[in-house]
C-alpha cells in the first residue's frame, strides 16, 4: 500500500495512470452503497481490531474500519491506545524476515499484548499479513488467550448471500 | 575599554548579526525548496495547504499527543520559547535599541513581567538540562552539543536578567549579555536553533503528507 | 571486512535530500518521541528512543570521508533491528520528524553497500526474479485461483475471478502467501468482491502488490517490484489496484 500509494511516483519520477486503494475502502464502500450485504450481529464473539499502520496511519482507514466492525459485531473492544495511534504489531518494515532481530521483536511486542488482554477480547481482527504474524507471536509470547483472524475471513464469514 | 566593546557590539556588530542570522535562515529554507522541487521534479503540486496548517497550529498550541504524553517537557517547551520571543522583542531596552539602531519601534511590556519571564525561561532551561542528564534513557541520547546550545541560550538570559537586577558591574553585564546574544543569532542557522524556521517548514511537510491519508499528526 | 568508499559517498549524497537534511539537523534529540515507540513501551532503554535510530545516520553524514566498518554495522542492527518504520514516534515529535523516512534511507545506505539482512535480501531477491517473494509460478497461481474459484462457485454459483481483463474497475492483488500457504484468503476475498458486485480483474503477471524493496531501503529494487505492478496495472487501464491486505 505504502510502495504504491505513495513511494513509487516519487521513486519512478511520475505520476500513476491508476490510484492504489486499500480493500477496506472498497469493502466500506460496498457496504456503505448497499451492495455489500453483511449479516448484522454476526460475531458475537468479544472482539478487537488491530490498526496496521498500512492502512490505518498510512491510508486512513480508521473510520471505515470501524464502520465495518460495527456492522457484523456485536461486542466490539477497542485497544488503548487504538486507531492511528495504536502500537505497531511488532511485525512491520520486514521484522519477520530478520530471524537475527527476533529476540529485540518479541520484547518489543510487550505494549501490545497488554492492550490486547486489556480488553478481554478472545479474538483479534488483523487487517494486513504482517500484523497477523505479528499479533500471533504477540500472543504466544505473551501468553494473552486470543485467536487472530484476517478481515476479510471475518467478513467473508458475515457475508448474506441470500439476500444478495 | 569594555564601554568600546559595548558600544561595537550595539552597533556595528548588530547589523552583522541580525544580517547573518537572516540571511543564514533565509539560505537554509531557499535550499530546502531547491531540493524539494528537484526531489519532486515531473511530478503534480499535491501539497495540502489546509492539513500543514492545522499540523503547525496544533504544536504551536499544546493541542497534540505530545502535550498529554510529555506534559512537563512540553510545559517547560512553552516556558523557554514564550518568554524567549516576548521579552526578545516586547522588552523595553530591546525596542528602545532596535529604534536607535534601525528606526522602528513598537509597543513594550512592563519590565517586571520582562523579569517574571525570564525566570520562567531559566527554570524550564534548567529543567530541560536536567531531563537531559538524569533522565536514564535521554542521558544515552544527550551530545555535549545538546548541552552546549542549552548553554548559550541560558547565557543572554542570565546575563540579561543580572543586568537589569544590577547584579555585578552593570556595564559588564550589559556588554556580556549582548555579546552572548550575537553568539546565538550567528550560530542559529547552523545549528539545531534552525528550528526557529524549519519547525515551520517540517511541521508542514509532515502535515501535508498525513493530511493525503487524512490522518493529523496530532 | 571491506567496504566500497566511492558506493558509499555515491549512496549519501543521492539519499541527502531536503527532508533528510532538515530533520537530521533540526532533531533536539529531546526524546519525547520515545511515547511513540513500542519498543520503548516495552523496553524502555535509549537504544529504543526513536530519536537513536537517526543517530548513525546522522554519524554518517558527520564523518563523511572518514567512515568505519564499525559505523556501518552500527547503523545496519540499529535501523534494521530496532524498527518497524510504523510511524507512529512521528506523531509524538514536535517537529513532526519523519523518523522513518529517516531509517529507511539509513536502511537504504546499508542495502547499497550489500548489507542487507540475510533474510530480506533472499525474499527480495525471490520477488525480482519471479515476481513475488515466495516465487511461486505464474501457472500455480493460476491454477490456485481457479481451484478456489470453483470451491466458491459451490458457495456463488455466479462468482468469477476474470484474469487480464481490460478496462476493468480494479486490479486485484494479494500477498503470496494467499496463494502459496493460504488459499482459504483467496477465497474469502474473491467472495467478497463478487458478493459487493466490484468490478474487477486478475493480472497473471502481476498479483503481488507487496513490496520487500521498501522494507529493505532498497530504492531501485523497490522501483522495479512496483514497476511490476505498475505496467499490469496501466495495461489493463484500470482505475485502481487493491493492494494486499
Redesign the interface.
Known amino acids: 500500500?505504502?510502495?504504491?500509494?505513495?513511494?513509487?511516483?516519487?521513486?519512478?519520477?511520475?505520476?500513476?495512470?491508476?490510484?492504489?486503494?486499500?480493500?477496506i475502502k472498497?469493502?466500506a464502500d460496498?457496504l456503505a452503497t448497499g451492495?455489500?450485504?453483511l449479516k448484522k450481529g454476526f460475531h458475537t464473539v468479544p472482539v478487537t481490531f488491530q490498526d496496521s499502520?498500512n492502512f490505518?496511519?498510512?491510508?486512513?482507514m480508521?473510520r471505515q474500519s470501524r464502520q465495518l466492525m460495527a456492522a457484523v459485531a456485536t461486542d466490539f473492544r477497542e485497544m488503548h491506545p487504538a486507531g492511528?495511534?495504536?502500537?505497531?504489531?511488532?511485525?512491520?518494515?520486514?521484522?519477520g524476515?530478520?530471524?537475527?532481530?527476533k529476540k529485540?521483536k518479541i520484547?518489543?511486542?510487550?505494549?501490545?499484548a497488554e492492550c490486547i488482554r486489556a480488553t478481554g477480547a478472545s479474538l483479534v481482527v488483523v487487517?494486513?499479513?504482517n500484523c497477523e504474524d505479528g499479533i500471533q507471536e504477540t500472543c504466544k509470547a505473551y501468553e494473552v488467550d486470543a485467536k487472530i483472524e484476517?478481515?476479510?475471513?471475518y467478513?467473508?464469514e458475515a457475508?448474506d448471500?441470500d439476500e444478495? | 575599554m569594555i564601554r568600546a566593546v559595548y558600544d561595537f557590539a550595539t552597533g556595528p556588530m548588530l547589523w552583522f548579526s541580525s544580517a547573518f542570522f537572516l540571511c543564514g535562515l533565509a539560505y537554509r529554507l531557499v535550499r530546502y525548496r531547491v531540493l524539494m522541487s528537484k526531489a519532486r521534479q515531473g511530478l503534480p503540486a499535491d501539497f495540502r495547504p489546509g492539513w500543514a496548517l492545522a499540523s503547525i497550529v496544533h504544536f504551536l498550541l499544546p493541542l497534540n499527543r505530545t502535550a498529554r504524553s510529555s506534559p512537563w517537557s512540553t510545559l517547560a517547551g512553552f516556558g523557554l520559547h514564550i518568554p524567549l520571543l516576548v521579552v526578545g522583542l516586547f522588552f523595553s531596552a530591546h525596542v528602545v535599541m532596535v529604534e536607535q539602531r534601525f528606526g522602528l519601534s513598537w509597543p513594550t511590556i512592563p519590565d517586571a513581567w520582562a523579569d517574571g519571564l525570564t525566570v520562567l525561561a531559566l527554570a524550564s532551561l534548567a529543567f530541560l538540562a536536567g531531563k537531559r542528564l538524569l533522565h536514564p534513557s535521554l542521558k544515552g541520547l544527550t551530545e555535549g552539543k545538546d548541552l552546549a546550545v542549552l548553554g548559550l541560550v541560558a547565557l543572554p538570559l542570565l546575563t540579561g536578567f543580572a543586568a537589569h537586577q544590577q547584579w555585578g558591574e552593570s556595564l559588564l553585564m550589559l556588554t556580556l549579555h549582548v555579546l552572548s546574544a550575537h553568539a546565538v543569532l550567528i550560530v542559529a542557522p547552523f545549528t539545531k536553533l534552525t528550528h526557529m524556521a524549519l519547525f515551520f517548514v517540517s511541521r508542514a511537510a509532515t502535515g501535508s503528507d498525513f493530511g493525503k491519508r487524512e490522518v493529523g499528526p496530532w | 571486512m571491506n567496504f566500497d568508499a566511492d558506493i558509499l559517498d555515491r549512496t549519501m549524497k543521492e539519499k541527502a535530500g531536503a527532508r533528510l537534511e532538515m530533520w537530521l539537523s533540526i532533531c533536539s534529540r529531546c526524546g519525547m518521541c520515545a511515547e511513540g515507540c513500542h519498543y520503548y513501551a516495552s523496553d524502555p532503554r535509549p537504544e529504543h528512543v526513536p530519536s537513536y535510530r537517526i543517530k548513525p545516520l546522522l554519524d554518517l553524514y558527520r564523518r563523511r570521508g572518514k567512515v568505519t566498518m564499525e559505523m556501518l554495522e552500527t547503523l545496519r542492527d540499529v535501523c534494521y533491528g530496532t524498527c518497524t518504520m510504523c510511524q507512529r514516534c512521528t506523531m509524538y515529535c514536535p517537529h513532526g520528524i519523519g523518523i522513518a523516512a529517516l531509517v529507511h534511507a539509513a536502511r537504504g545506505v546499508a542495502a547499497a553497500m550489500g548489507m542487507t539482512p540475510s533474510g530480506l535480501a533472499s525474499g527480495l531477491q525471490n520477488a525480482l526474479e519471479f515476481g513475488n517473494n515466495l516465487a511461486v509460478t505464474e501457472e500455480n497461481f493460476v491454477d490456485t485461483v481457479e481451484w478456489q474459484l470453483e470451491e466458491l462457485q459451490q458457495e456463488m454459483p455466479d462468482a468469477e475471478a476474470p484474469m487480464d481483463r481490460e478496462g476493468a474497475e480494479y486490479l486485484l492483488t494479494f500477498h503470496p502467501r494467499d496463494i502459496k500457504f493460504y488459499p482459504q484468503n483467496l477465497y474469502n476475498y474473491l467472495k467478497l468482491y463478487n458478493a459487493a458486485g466490484v468490478d474487477f480483474t486478475l493480472s497473471t503477471r502481476a498479483w503481488d502488490s507487496t513490496n520487500l524493496g521498501l522494507f529493505a531501503g532498497d530504492v531501485p529494487a523497490a522501483s522495479r517490484l512496483a514497476g511490476n505492478v505498475i505496467a499490469a496495472a496501466e495495461a489493463l487501464k484500470v482505475r485502481a489496484v487493491i493492494t494486499a491486505e
Not at chain 1, 520484547?107 to 501490545?112: L, R
Not at chain 1, 484476517?150 to 475471513?153: D, Q, Y
Open positions: 500500500m505504502k510502495a504504491l500509494g505513495f513511494e513509487a511516483p516519487l521513486w519512478l519520477k511520475r505520476t500513476l495512470g491508476f490510484e492504489a486503494t486499500p480493500p472498497v469493502w460496498g451492495r455489500l450485504k499502520c490505518i496511519r498510512n491510508a486512513g480508521y492511528n495511534a495504536t502500537y505497531c504489531c511488532g511485525n512491520g518494515g520486514g521484522q524476515l530478520m530471524p537475527e532481530y529485540r520484547a518489543a511486542m510487550k505494549a501490545k487487517a494486513c499479513h484476517l478481515f476479510s475471513a467478513l467473508a457475508i448471500l444478495a
